[in-house]
């Protein structure tokens, strides 16, 4: 069974889980390779001028103080300024297979049709297939397929589990301890050179990721807007109602809501997106139409147009 951290393989070589932790326990940026963008146009420029301005993350609650102390300090560490510069995105869905995946692979090429430098981040994944290179993820090597991603695969995908369970499960299986301080460390690497990081999240928004932490906490570190990814299907009207007000909860900026079509059998499916715009008090930023073989083409160009004008609001 291949149950290792980067740091300790033997001792990690014989666990019984399969899993794996990428990266040792804190990734730091080199501050020699630091820099920033130069000052941008104003807003009613072309559109790609939009894409390089800085991303603000607002709102504080008393549970996560902590938290946002953390990303705060993040902000005032020159070693950091240069990844707080790139916008960020983070994809979280209403449940798990409701089409993350193939809404942020859509993404990232319409971001990179608009001239942007696009970084992928799949930070916590389970369900991972063993090879001759390690036990890789699916969803993190579409990402970096959709990206042309050539940043290492442990730093798109720093902890990587075999069994198809809740990941903070297949942690404590395998003995490992997912960190966010780490998952920053690699992010923070990959925004430096980028205009957007593109983050998917695994399962639905408050899915754990070790014992006391979700990813909603991980969207708040990363200081990352929440783009709701809804699948439409009986229940999806609770649904997004109980993500949406979760993400205003934490005090995390929503980005807005993409509906993903995952039962082409849906009776009245019109009718719960129109009641789905009303409920949220939004549009949804696109569609997508039920399409598994879509994960390698589909491109999300207007939604990815709306992102960038939207970017300096949140």
């Known amino acids: 069974a291949d149950a290792r951290l980067e740091g300790d393989r033997r001792a990690q070589r014989d666990r019984r889980s399969a899993a794996r932790a990428h990266g040792p326990c804190a990734l730091r940026a080199d501050a020699?390779?630091?820099?920033?963008?130069s000052p941008r146009r104003r807003a009613t420029r072309h559109l790609r001028d939009h894409l390089r301005r800085e991303l603000g993350c607002g709102g504080s609650q008393r549970r996560t103080r902590d938290l946002r102390r953390g990303a705060h300090r993040a902000r005032l560490d020159p070693q950091a300024?240069?990844?707080?510069?790139?916008?960020?995105?983070?994809?979280?869905?209403t449940d798990t297979g409701v089409g993350k995946t193939l809404v942020a692979c859509a993404l990232v090429r319409?971001?990179?049709?608009?001239?942007?430098?696009?970084?992928?981040?799949?930070?916590?994944?389970?369900?991972?297939?063993?090879?001759?290179?390690?036990?890789?993820?699916?969803?993190?090597?579409?990402?970096?397929?959709a990206a042309g991603a050539t940043a290492p695969y442990a730093r798109v995908n720093p902890y990587c589990f075999e069994p198809p369970i809740s990941p903070h499960i297949?942690?404590?299986?395998?003995?490992?301890?997912?960190?966010i301080g780490t998952i920053r460390g690699s992010f923070d690497i990959l925004a430096r050179d980028s205009d957007w990081v593109v983050v998917e999240g695994a399962g639905g928004w408050l899915a754990p990721i070790n014992e006391s932490q979700s990813m909603a906490d991980l969207a708040l570190v990363l200081e990352a807007p929440a783009l709701m990814v809804v699948g439409v299907r009986l229940g999806c009207l609770n649904h997004a109602?109980?993500?949406?007000?979760?993400?205003?909860?934490?005090?995390?900026?929503?980005a807005g809501w993409i509906a993903s079509e995952v039962d082409p059998a849906m009776m009245r499916a019109d009718e719960n997106l129109a009641s789905l715009e009303r409920l949220l008090g939004e549009p949804a930023l696109a569609v997508v139409r039920h399409a598994p073989a879509a994960l390698g083409s589909l491109t999300l160009a207007q939604a990815a147009a709306q992102l960038a004008q939207k970017a300096t609001s949140f």
């Open 32 to 37: 020699a390779g630091l820099r920033g963008f």
């Open 81 to 93: 300024r240069a990844a707080v510069l790139a916008r960020r995105i983070f994809v979280t869905g």
């Open 110 to 145: 319409g971001l990179r049709e608009l001239g942007a430098r696009v970084a992928v981040m799949k930070p916590v994944a389970s369900g991972a297939t063993r090879t001759p290179e390690g036990l890789r993820s699916a969803d993190a090597l579409a990402l970096i397929q």
């Open 170 to 179: 297949a942690a404590k299986e395998a003995m490992i301890d997912v960190d």
């Open 241 to 254: 109602q109980l993500t949406r007000s979760s993400i205003a909860a934490r005090g995390v900026p929503f």
